[in-house]
DNA sequence: AGCGCAACGGAAAAGCTTTTCCGTACGAGC
DNA sequence: GCTCGTACGGAAAAGCTTTTCCGTTGCGCT
């Protein structure tokens, strides 16, 4: 007797057929009441909805998107680890989704190809509505391998060779404008740059825009004030002592990445230097973590990445509805210039 | 004739019916050269498999679980926004997972009670084999309502107030233990304490495991040099300020996070206190990114996030095939010290 | 040459929902 | 009172795969 309930044995979902067993109709007349279709008495209804209630059914999903040829699932694959940057952007794309009602297929990060070919067969297989590529650089990198099946795939905070993909980048020529043109306001006339490796599209993005915000406010940058390194703030301490031991004079840093600008501000604390009275700093991602707890707290380049994320899957969305090709294009998402205490003068 | 290519129309997905066709078979003979099964003339068997690459036929894998009644799909829910913890965690998740094939829906997270009922209504309907449930406080919470559902479900880095739930937490009193122990084995005999908010239950059981390794190897915790405040860097400064400045003689601090110790780190460079010389500092985490930067580099407790998150899965796992009830409990996962430079003594 | 068995492959049901198409029954109008 | 129209709800097919159950073919043996 005891052996019934000893095995919590797993219930079995109930399905439509014991809505209407219950209800006393036929299971297209559930559908019909639970879907607000068809021609039904309002009593019918109420009492299909009731029993529905009663019985906790939920449709299942898996013979829904089978009849209706559409999954309401999207893929998200990332050739880099997750971290600090598929964070905020993951945010974003949820948030875009969620109402949409789409849930999300999160694969593991990856950069073999051979990987995420597989990744990619599987999101194929579950018959997902559409993918997004994201990555941890952005660098064109090599189109998602769809293998012979057509479906809309995004890359967000990634960019394919393919010119015809539909790709969101932050505006980092954007970003490194914002910089500069922040020390021109405040009356910073010789700009030093410590920035990450040269490799990365972004470096020598952020780098153009900063000359062309502080041409256009009559200063030049001066290239040996531009230092390239790693994204560490190894590299920040390094880089800033380096900058004061050349002896060039120079009021203003921008800095490729929080990190950087942490390391810088820990070095010119340790040398005397007074930030923002005798140098201001600026510095990019608005890593809040790092940024907030800098001393001082830090002026940084929001490159908005939950808003990327968004606009993601807004087009997305998008692709999937209107059901036509990648009409596309790269969208280059605004940053956004975020004012803490390491430029002074916070009143815009 | 422009109109047929004009708009990209999205292809139909090619079906096992389609392989039976081009192979001149019915679609029960193509279920069964692909899966193995029946019995096949090897050279039927080939033909077959041929032209199933050849069109590259991926099974719907719709179709499959609606079959099998097993959809091969978990889903992960969090009550806290994605952060530091869920990372890791979801990297040891999906590390467990991916060998056995298993695809994980990521829930948006949320700490609204109302919402994280959608969410799972949601994953019922996808009709998942299981469901992962994570938090950033390892404080109990209320169990996940199912609504009448019967599924398995882990807690990692999360508790059920249902003791019968299965949970995965990190061992915390073992965490704040294996910092006492490095202490006493260094020669340290007055330890600090600086750690986050009594309110979390980490903060408790950390306390606990230090006082008891220092009781261990004849030490007592100096409740005067235990500051409770906040998780932050911020923090960490303020904290060691005082500790200094009530003049009561310590040589070694633990900290709650390796923020705070960052904090009290930089805290301790301002004031020419040597560290590891005059001051022994060991954080918790191990978040790299900050432990490894801050100077000199944090010895800390790392909590296996990842191993947790591995754990978890793999138990899932077992729940989901044993499909026993949750015959479960709670387990605790061991941390690990990480010792960098901050204590000397790198030799263990 | 005929019988039986093994090997092979086809037909069909099941799994669950939606939707279209019909049939029935009722009310209204002549 | 009869017919037509409409409102309601049922039956069945479709969507794709797997698996069970059978039927057929061909071979070997006598």
Excluded at 118 to 130: C, Q, T
Excluded at 182 to 196: E, N
Aim: glycine share 8%; charged share 25%.
């Amino acid at each position: 007797m005891a052996s019934e309930q000893h095995n919590a044995q797993r219930r079995t979902p109930v399905t439509i057929h014991d809505v209407a067993r219950d209800a006393g109709v036929s299971v297209g007349t559930v559908s019909k009441a639970l879907n607000d279709r068809g021609q039904l008495r309002p009593d019918t209804r109420a009492r299909v909805r009731a029993t529905a209630a009663i019985l906790g059914f939920l449709p299942n999903e898996l013979a829904q998107s089978l009849h209706r040829k559409r999954s309401f699932t999207v893929g998200i694959i990332t050739s880099d680890r997750f971290g600090r940057f598929s964070i905020p952007l993951l945010e974003g794309i949820e948030d875009a989704l969620d109402p949409a009602r789409i849930a999300v297929f999160l694969c593991k990060p990856t950069d073999d190809l051979e990987l995420e070919r597989r990744h990619v067969d599987s999101l194929l297989a579950k018959r997902v509505d559409g993918i997004i590529v994201t990555s941890r650089r952005t660098d064109p990198r090599r189109p998602l391998d769809l293998g012979g099946a057509s479906l809309p795939v995004v890359y967000a905070y990634a960019q394919s060779e393919d010119p015809a993909a539909a790709c969101l980048l932050p505006d980092d020529e954007g970003g490194g404008a914002l910089a500069g043109a922040h020390f021109a306001r405040l009356g910073r006339r010789r700009i030093a740059h410590i920035t990450g490796p040269e490799r990365f599209a972004a470096v020598r993005e952020r780098r153009v825009g900063l000359a062309r915000a502080l041409a256009d406010a009559g200063l030049v940058l001066d290239d040996q004030l531009v230092l390239s390194g790693s994204w560490s703030e190894e590299w920040g301490r390094e880089a800033a002592e380096r900058l004061l031991d050349i002896g060039r004079p120079f009021d203003a840093i921008f800095c490729g990445s929080d990190q950087i600008a942490r390391g810088v501000a820990d070095t010119l604390r340790d040398r005397g230097v007074h930030v923002p009275e005798d140098l201001a700093i600026v510095g990019y991602d608005n890593w809040e973590i790092v940024a907030a707890a800098t001393r001082p707290p830090l002026t940084t380049i929001d490159p908005c990445l939950d808003e990327l994320g968004r606009l993601a899957a807004t087009r997305l969305l998008g692709m999937i509805d209107a059901n036509d090709g990648q009409r596309a294009a790269a969208t280059r998402v605004p940053c956004r210039l975020v004012v803490r205490a390491s430029c002074g003068g916070g009143a815009e």
